[in-house]
């Protein structure tokens, strides 16, 4: 479904349900229950989850924490009352789902989100005044900052995908989200030489480490999860326009010519690697500096500070872009297009060959941005606004050289494609 085709229905309605599963004393859960009823719509939070969200480093994968309100005026929220009466109230889960539906055919649902997560009782308030309670929602993935690595989980002599598997492969993680090995597919599969850097470390720094040497990312799709490297998606899943009569795009912001991620010379431990004089001399000296204890050898070393060199060297632009609320259609490192060429503000240009001075008016455009509708951007960060019922994207643009961004039109554009009309893409 394509942003084109859902803006144009006339009967199209936007839903959000909210249930909850409350947990037994036995730590097993009850069947989700519609809570809709007792949302208080003003306080409706934002779901937001990313990679490499900070501008200034390469990092893990972040999923935000929702922030709800109900009506507790029966106290149904309250705990060992109503739906919590001989339940607990800490790590209940709940669930929000988002999307739109036809009026005409409410099983044709569009664009639809899930967010599970399970309630942190130690955030819960009460406002006596209102009647409200207030739960803050802890993500599955937040399980990760939570744990401390299991004692001989990485031993000397294991790769990469294998120590990822067992630091991963335990039931504090699998009862909340789902775990495949074949879904950990590290982009450089090295050899661990001493295992002691892992020992005592928080799950989640054990994981970053692992995932910068091996120039990966994490990420969780439908309560899944996948280790993979940066590349895109081969088809570009969304066009977005801001300057024709199609246009999807409420607002772009916070562009950046990419230098402050832009890395030309890098430390492993000891060793430093750098990029070519002319990349350093175009761009800076952009020194990043990482300990990676738990490999030793010399030529893995240089494997690692190669591989983010050539990953990261060239700076590339990154912009939020602002659309209509599009739930699961948009992943992360989805490959997008932008067409934002400003806005003519003369109806009548002078035309070629025919203007006279003085009298004839002349283009004049607005808009700070300008962005060829052939240049390619992935996606590393999601926002939904469920209040708003927009979609904020992080975007940076593909490749990894100087002038590999854009892309060729002969493979399908998803979501937007016309029989024997439409051009379509593909990555070059």
Same mark, same amino acid.
């Given at each position: ?6 803006a144009?229905k ?14 037994t004393?036995?730590n097993?859960?009850?069947? #989700? ?36 309100? #109900? ?14 009466e ?18 005409h ?31 803050t ?13 299991d ?41 661990i ?51 024709r009569n ?6 772009l ?6 230098l ?16 070519d ?16 204890? %738990?490999?030793?050898?010399?030529t893995?070393?240089k ?5 983010i060199?050539?990953? %990261? ?43 006279r ?33 927009t ?35 593909q990555?070059?």
């Open positions: 479904m394509s942003l084109a085709t859902h144009a006339n009967y199209q309605i936007r839903y959000l349900r909210v249930y909850l599963a409350p947990r004393v036995n097993t859960y009850d069947i #989700f229950i519609d809570i809709s009823n007792y949302v208080i719509e003003g306080k409706l939070g934002k779901y937001k989850r990313s990679i490499d969200s900070d501008p200034f480093s390469i990092g893990f994968y972040e999923e935000s924490n929702i922030k709800l309100s #109900f009506d507790n005026a029966d106290q149904l929220f309250s705990s060992g009352r109503g739906y919590f001989n339940k607990i109230v800490d790590r209940s889960k709940i669930r929000v789902v988002a999307g739109y539906y036809d009026i055919n409410i099983k044709n649902v569009e664009f639809e989100n899930t967010f599970e997560g399970i309630i942190e009782d130690r955030s819960t308030t009460l406002d006596d005044a209102t009647d409200t309670i207030n739960f929602i802890l993500s599955y993935s937040g399980v990760i900052g939570k744990l401390v690595t004692p001989g989980a990485v031993t000397n002599g294991q790769d990469f995908k294998t120590a990822l598997w067992n630091l991963l492969n335990r039931n504090e993680v699998k009862s909340l989200l789902t775990l495949d090995s074949r879904n950990i597919n590290p982009n450089i599969n090295l050899t030489d001493d295992a002691t850097f892992f020992v005592g470390k928080q799950l989640k720094t054990a994981l970053n480490a692992l995932l910068l040497a091996s120039n990966s990312v994490l990420k969780i799709e439908n309560n899944t999860l996948y280790i993979a490297d940066r590349s895109p998606s081969l088809s570009v899943r969304f066009q977005f326009f801001g300057s199609l246009v999807n795009i409420y607002k912001e916070n562009y950046t010519n990419g402050s991620r832009s890395i030309t010379r890098v430390a492993i431990n000891t060793k430093i690697f750098e990029s004089n002319a990349i350093i001399n175009q761009f800076g000296a952009n020194l990043k500096s990482y300990e990676l204890n %738990f490999i030793t050898d010399d893995a070393i494997s690692i500070g190669e591989s060199l050539e990953e %990261f060297a060239y700076p590339k632009p990154e912009l939020n872009l602002t659309t209509d609320f599009i739930g699961n259609e948009i992943q992360l490192l989805d490959l997008v297009t932008i067409d934002y060429q400003g806005t003519l503000l003369d109806k009548n240009p002078a035309l070629y060959g025919q203007a001075y003085a009298f004839s008016q002349f283009v004049k455009r607005s808009g700070a941005i300008r962005i060829d509708g052939l240049t390619g951007f992935k996606v590393l960060g999601i926002e939904h606004d469920f209040q708003k019922y979609t904020k994207l992080k975007l940076r643009q593909v490749g990894t050289g100087q002038f590999d961004s854009l892309i060729s039109y002969n493979t399908a554009i998803y979501g937007q494609g016309i029989y024997d009309v439409s051009t379509y893409a990555t070059a």
